[in-house]
């Protein structure tokens, strides 16, 4: 649970903190940039002859642009709208907090002293403002996102290490010990709901930058195959969630979700986990379409004309 208290540590720094402001920093969520990102996607044809036809691996993204339909920029911006919104509203009132916005297991450095543990984070090249939810939530999806496969596309996804709702739980009452020693039944159940949420913003925003990478001649990581992967995850998630938030709140819009809880007790908030357990079990549990998808166009870096 030491990246959990890390990130309460880090999180006490909000965008009403004078340190903060005096640095003349940019306020704005890193959300903002799947806008900047789609822009530069949207300059890009995967489907130029003359690009396709460059090499076998150009080849290879141009097929698979087709079946995330990247052409289809109104319906990207839409579910990139629709996802802020989302998250702006669920954290209604809450301030935007100094986020890493991309830990995973190399930018974390572990020491142990007896007894002892402590964390600190490194590269903050993605560091910035963001909503308090990104962090965590981004951190439960590296869980089961394996990035040192040494094989093409050079990851993997585990479902069974899909984060448990007994884990998420102890991390969010870790990270509110260190962040509001004072927090209420109410406030825990807003920030479990501010992480589990913000995994599809998460898996989107990644989704972005891969398609963004694609069009690059980036080869380290297979970037369409993840975009297809984490596009799926999102997808399913964020459907499984808002079905389950309609029946314990009877809304699916951020800010009115975010309302309700705020008023629930222990009752209350107990039923919710209740119910959100659902969600852990399907995602833990379910088959992928895009692992399917994928095992059927599956080469080898060679094939694909690419260096070893």
């Given at each position: ?84 919104e989302f998250i702006r509203g669920l954290h209604h009132g809450d301030p935007l907090v100094l986020s890493h916005n991309d830990l995973n297991q190399g930018n974390v450095l572990v020491e142990k002293n007896g007894d002892k543990i402590s964390a600190e984070f490194i590269d903050y090249e993605y560091g910035g403002m963001n909503y308090r939810g990104f962090d965590l939530g981004n951190y439960y999806c590296e869980h089961f996102l394996d990035y040192t496969s040494r094989e093409w596309p050079h990851f993997e ?152």
């Open positions: 649970m030491v990246i959990a208290e890390t990130f309460g540590r880090l999180h006490r720094f909000t965008e009403n903190t004078k340190e903060l402001i005096d640095l003349n920093i940019d306020m704005s969520s890193f959300l903002e940039y799947m806008g900047v990102w789609l822009n530069k996607v949207e300059e890009f044809d995967f489907d130029a002859e003359s690009w396709r036809e460059a090499s076998p691996y150009n080849k290879h993204k141009s097929n698979l642009a087709k079946f995330l339909d990247t052409k289809n920029s109104t319906k990207w911006r839409d579910e990139v709208e629709w996802n802020k996804l585990n479902r069974k290490l899909f984060p448990t709702q007994e884990y998420v739980l102890k991390s969010v009452q870790t990270y509110l010990a260190k962040n509001q020693p004072d927090y209420t039944p109410s406030r825990q159940a807003l920030v479990y709901l501010y992480s589990i949420s913000s995994m599809t913003s998460s898996h989107l925003l990644w989704t972005v930058w891969d398609i963004l990478q694609a069009s690059s001649d980036a080869s380290g990581l297979g970037f369409l195959e993840n975009a297809i992967t984490r596009k799926e995850e999102y997808d399913v998630h964020k459907f499984t969630l808002l079905e389950i938030l309609k029946e314990v709140t009877g809304h699916t819009d951020g800010k009115n979700i975010a309302s309700a809880v705020e008023k629930f007790g222990p009752v209350e908030c107990q039923d919710l986990y209740a119910k959100m357990k659902r969600l852990h079990d399907v995602m833990s549990e379910r088959s992928s379409d895009a692992v399917k998808f994928l095992r059927q166009h599956k080469t080898t870096r060679a094939a694909l004309g690419l260096k070893k």
